[in-house]
T-cell receptor, first 112, second 116 residues
Framework: AQTVTQSQPEMSVQEAETVTLSCTYD???????LFWYKQPPSRQMILVIR??????QNATENRFSVNFQKAAKSFSLKISDSQLGDTAMYFC?????????FGTGTRLQVFP | KAGVTQTPRYLIKTRGQQVTLSCSPI?????VSWYQQTPGQGLQFLFE???????NKGNFPGRFSGRQFSNSRSEMNVSTLELGDSALYLC???????????????FGEGSRLTVL
């Protein structure tokens, strides 16, 4: 069975600084995707970034980038130049043909 | 176009009662999946429906059930409510359901259930 672990329940960062959220996963599959989702307070969950397991190059979306270490089964999210609007719950997720499996989330607070 | 709509947004029930939650997907989307979100467990997959058929089910007791109608709208039902069922219930829609691979799911704002 697949598992996703986020070991940081809460994190905080000052505006304009950089923060890294950690995620590890476990699977015996070779073909899968990894995702980071953002859930702002009282708002809908949205996809931030995704990484295909067979691609070695780390995905980047504007200020968001990942560090994908397949052998270590690690998938961290780096947010550069943090903004107040980045304040949210962040969920790491594993996807295969059947379902999405989420971690327990990291609550990120960005301070002015 | 309209997003995923979940109703009701908030509800309070007592132990032993049952509850029905509704999810209207984005127009044209045929897959609806349901998740239970709790502070300690994160999001846990409940089930997924595609073209009125349940294609996959998570590890939840039989008290949790669902269905999908011909217009792709989906309902989930929880019978004999327990205190531990208090949670935010999210649904997500996608075109064909294989978007678990791509992550292109569109989530609703959720139905927050409190069981007293």
């Amino acid at each position: 069975a697949q598992t996703v672990t986020q070991s940081q329940p809460e994190m905080s960062v000052q505006e304009a600084e950089t923060v890294t959220l950690s995620c590890t996963y476990d699977t015996s599959e070779s073909n899968y995707y990894l995702f980071w989702y953002k859930q702002p307070p009282s708002r809908q969950m949205i996809l931030v970034i995704r990484q295909e397991a067979y691609k070695q190059q780390n995905a980047t979306e504007n200020r968001f980038s990942v560090n994908f270490q397949k052998a270590a089964k690690s998938f961290s999210l780096k947010i550069s130049d943090s903004q107040l609007g980045d304040t949210a719950m962040y969920f790491c997720a594993f996807g295969n043909t059947d379902k999405l499996i989420f971690g327990t989330g990291t609550r990120l607070q960005v301070f002015p | 176009k309209a997003g995923v709509t979940q109703t009701p947004r908030y509800l309070i029930k007592t132990r032993g009662q049952q509850v029905t939650l509704s999810c209207s997907p984005i127009s044209g989307h045929r897959s609806v999946s349901w998740y239970q979100q709790t502070p300690g467990q994160g999001l846990q997959f409940l089930f997924e429906y595609f073209s009125e058929t349940q294609r996959n089910k998570g590890n939840f007791p039989g008290r949790f059930s669902g269905r999908q109608f011909s217009n792709s709208r989906s309902e989930m039902n929880v019978s004999t409510l327990e205190l531990g069922d208090s949670a935010l219930y999210l649904c997500a829609s996608s075109l064909e359901g294989r978007e678990f691979y791509t992550g292109e799911l569109f989530f609703g704002e959720g139905s927050r259930l409190t069981v007293l």
